[in-house]
């Protein structure tokens, strides 16, 4: 009977005792019954009880008062005991919830002070509530797990809180800031200021990845116009390899270079079409590339449009396996950020298992973190730090905006991928002009060319212009009055509204003197700022491409008594205009002395030439041979400043694009075939 008074007796101060803890959030109700049970297995005997019955009673009112700490049964086995932690071995309680760190559609850092800069976050907006609503909620279901509520019947493993809010974390949607936000439902924004290659540079060497890649995005629509000159010098790059077959690779730490034509659907409308002028953007980069191009193996050029999906898969697994850091470098509005969100290798089928190993990595990284003390995270921050923090690593992270607005990204964007295997970071735009500064706010989204247009064929004769944007741009072929028959073709590939008028009228427009129905989207004082360009040669000899029909097979086409010759204008960042000249054999081939004008019957006496000192075996040109200039035809333009203007060699962008629609267009011509209604009723009356 006083064994069983004694157990009586333990089982009421067990109950008081776990009262109490519970109270004081010492430790758990269920913590202190599995204690007492491990206990009584072994302590039915009468020393133990009596010890135990005796130690309970040494409990004072004044130990009630403070928080103490739960020491260990006499008898409880040591997995129980490292089971269940004491108070020194919980965790510290997580942090609030807070804004993120940086905004994912611009990477400008969060702050709440200037409402007009980049990275500004209003609380009050919907999705920045529900974004700190998700947060509270996890934050209290960490403090639960911190101060011990009640977890009974837990027989299966359930995350605690600190994991709750990096699960959170990850699956919701980060807001973007109010300036991403009013460019992407209003279209309403500002630029920022565009860092120099530098800057650039300097951001690049502080990269946590000892191997990096850079890709240079370039813009098809203008190129090479956007293209970077001196890359390899001013961002410190290795060295490439050069044509010869036996040249070595060059096993350097510096970072290596691809190029990225991007946009590539503008010059045509299929996969196949563009394929095709592969050769001719290579033999164009080769000649920006002056001296350094020369002897260049260009192997790492890639010609894709990340609207269409072309040949974006091959560069998505080249990311992929060769990981480090991954840095697309470029002007603004070149399709940096567009390319980037095709570009990013986001979780698939294939990298499930991958990602389901990453999510518990990362639940139990955050788990061991919990239990340190909590720090700042603005503290971690440097302040003379060039690169943002990386945003979380997630299968389908919030990508960066695309939008029209020059200058959209604010700051690099590190989007981490495969465990931190790699990270592809998309950075600021270069500058590229200032020509929207001449153009109406209300036209400055519609400068970029996202689409191909429907182009029409001008015909400018002598005496008149072309006009694009009411005055912005103008061409004025250098044609002889005298000579009607000879005229220039112009095919523009711009988002401008073109118009063909006569020279007079078309520099008064252009310097707003005159009042016309032509629309103009320059702002009033544009007209001040015009100034020429200079004188552009029509220099690529396109005779064979457009007289092609006119010749029978075999026949060469210098066997025609005309030339045909083009070359394209650049409009920096709109596009390019395609110009294509006739011009008579005889006033292409000239002899030197006609240019110069001497005549037989002049006084004085003709200059000396290279057939009077001699015969020079090796000299380009022959005695018997005179010297030929070639006068191909000439245009001027004029632009504000005399800038955002430039020529490469003809794409014969309008060639191509009609040859499919001219035998789609044959096709529809046929006569269509005769119904058999009518020939059987024939053959009956017959």
Known sequence: MNILVQTERLYAFAIRRTVLASVLDVTPRRVVVQRLDAHLRGSIRGSRIQSFASSSKSLSASQLDTHPTVTPWPDDPPSAIEANPTVEEQPTRPTKPQL???????????????????????????????????????????????????????????????????????????????????????????????????????????????????????????????????????????????????????????????????????????????????????????????????????????????????????????????????????????????????????????RAPVYAKLRKEQLEQAQKESQEPAVDAEKILEEDSLLPPAQPEVPFPVMPIVSSLPGTTASPIRLPFGNHKGELIDLPGLDRGNLEDYVKQEHKLDLVMTHRNEVEQHIIKAGQSLILGGGLIRITPQLDVNDLSTTVLAYPFTPLRAHVTSTEKAIELQLQQRESGIESIMVEDAGTHMASVGTLELSTDVTKARAGPLLRSGVPATKLPFRVYATDVLVEGMGWIELVCQVRRKAVHQPASSVVGHSETSDQDPPPTNTDSGFAPFSQQSPLEPEKTFQFPQVEAFSPKGKHISQRPCLEAWIRWTEGRMAKDASKMKRPRKAMASIVKGSRGR
């Not at 403090?143 to 809180?161: A, I």
Request: charged share 25%.
């Open 100 to 350: 993120p760190q940086s905004c994912p559609g611009c990477g400008a850092l969060t702050q709440e002070v200037e409402s007009e800069q980049a990275g500004y976050y209003s609380r009050s907006r919907r999705v920045v509530r529900q974004y700190l609503k998700k947060q509270r909620q996890a934050h209290t279901e960490a403090e639960k797990d911190v101060t011990g509520e009640d977890r009974d019947h837990e027989d299966e493993w359930q995350p605690t809180g600190s994991q709750v809010v990096a699960e959170v974390e990850q699956t919701a949607k980060v807001p973007l800031c109010d300036r991403c936000h009013e460019l992407v439902h209003n279209f309403r924004g500002h630029s920022i200021a565009h860092p120099s290659i530098h800057d650039i540079a300097d951001s690049i060497a502080e990269s946590p990845f000892r191997r990096n890649h850079i890709y240079h995005v370039v813009d098809a629509a203008d190129f090479p116009m956007s293209f970077v000159p001196d890359l390899f010098s001013k961002l410190t790059l290795a060295k490439p390899r050069s044509q010869n077959r036996r040249s070595q690779h060059d096993f350097s730490s510096k970072p290596t270079l691809s190029f990225i034509i991007t946009r590539s659907d503008l010059l045509g409308s299929t996969k196949e079409m563009v394929d095709t002028m592969m050769a001719y953007f290579t033999k164009v980069l080769r000649d920006t590339l002056g001296r350094t191009g020369k002897d260049m193996r260009l192997g790492n050029i890639h010609l894709v449009s990340a609207k269409r999906g072309w040949w974006t898969k091959e560069i998505k697994e080249d990311i992929w396996e060769r990981g480090g850091g991954n840095w697309m470098v470029g002007k603004v509005n070149v399709g940096k950020s567009n390319l980037f969100e095709v570009l990013f290798p986001k979780g698939s089928g294939e």
